[in-house]
């Protein structure tokens, strides 16, 4: 089992909607959860962390965890475009430090 | 702002050649960790350090080795490139905020073996 799983897309929503992205984890252990958005052809740059139950919002962004679940989302709202991208969701146990990095949803937002 | 370096975007290498990548980050950060990511199979971890001259094995170490001489900074090397080796390096190193470690990423270095 994977430590950390996304659903590849494509996941494709028109400029102005809500884009929804999930992602769950095996370890219940699991403390601190990231979402890195990814250009093509450049590195992962961190847009959001969440550290406890329920929702967490930056701008057009909101994360959600639901620990029991073992669940982490990130929702983008009035979606623009330049969201075109690749979204990768990481866990940090806290054991060892090491981040565990699902294989990313590709959106595309359509003008 | 936290900045995290690579000392080449691409590289071009033969097999059996030696390669070098390095990664500098200007922040103190105590964790530095590198990366390949290929298409399909996202980031894997390669190798990672707590501290100067300290390395653990990430999930896939072999043909690889570390150095981390200087807390700044942890060089990659390719003992014997492979054309297996082809892929995208990342470099990162990890910051406490509010005792919860983050991770920052340099920009890759894409690379290329012939």
């Known amino acids: 089992q994977k430590e950390v799983e996304q659903n590849s897309g494509p996941l494709s929503v028109p400029e102005g909607a809500i884009a929804s992205l999930n992602c769950t984890y095996s370890?219940?252990?699991?403390?601190?959860f990231f979402w890195y958005r990814q250009y093509s052809g450049k590195s992962p740059e961190l847009i959001m962390s969440?550290?406890?139950?329920g929702d967490k919002e930056d701008g057009r962004f909101t994360a959600q965890l639901n620990k029991a679940s073992q669940y982490v989302s990130l929702l983008i709202r009035d979606s623009q475009p330049s969201d075109s991208a690749t979204y990768l969701c990481?866990?940090?146990?806290?054991?060892?430090?090491?981040?565990?990095f699902g294989t990313g949803t590709s959106l595309t937002v359509i003008p | 702002d936290v900045k995290v370096t690579q000392s080449s975007r691409y590289l071009v290498k033969r097999t059996g050649e030696k390669v070098f990548l390095e990664c500098v980050q200007d922040?103190?950060?105590?964790?530095m960790f590198w990366y390949r990511q290929d298409p399909g199979l996202g980031l894997r971890l390669i190798y990672f350090?707590?501290?100067?001259?300290?390395?653990e094995k990430g999930d896939i170490p072999e043909g690889y080795s570390v150095s981390r001489e200087k807390k700044e900074r942890f060089s990659l090397i390719l003992e014997s490139a492979s054309t297996n080796q082809t892929s995208m390096y990342l470099c990162?190193?990890?910051?406490?905020?509010?005792?919860?470690?983050?991770?920052?990423f340099g920009p890759g270095t894409r690379l290329l073996v012939l």
């Open positions: 969440i550290y406890s139950n």
């Open positions: 370890d219940r252990g699991s403390q601190s």
């Open positions: 922040m103190d950060h105590e964790n």
């Open positions: 990481a866990v940090n146990k806290h054991t060892g430090n090491q981040f565990y």
């Open positions: 990162a190193s990890s910051l406490p905020l509010a005792g919860v470690e983050t991770q920052y």
């Open positions: 350090s707590y501290d100067v001259k300290m390395k």
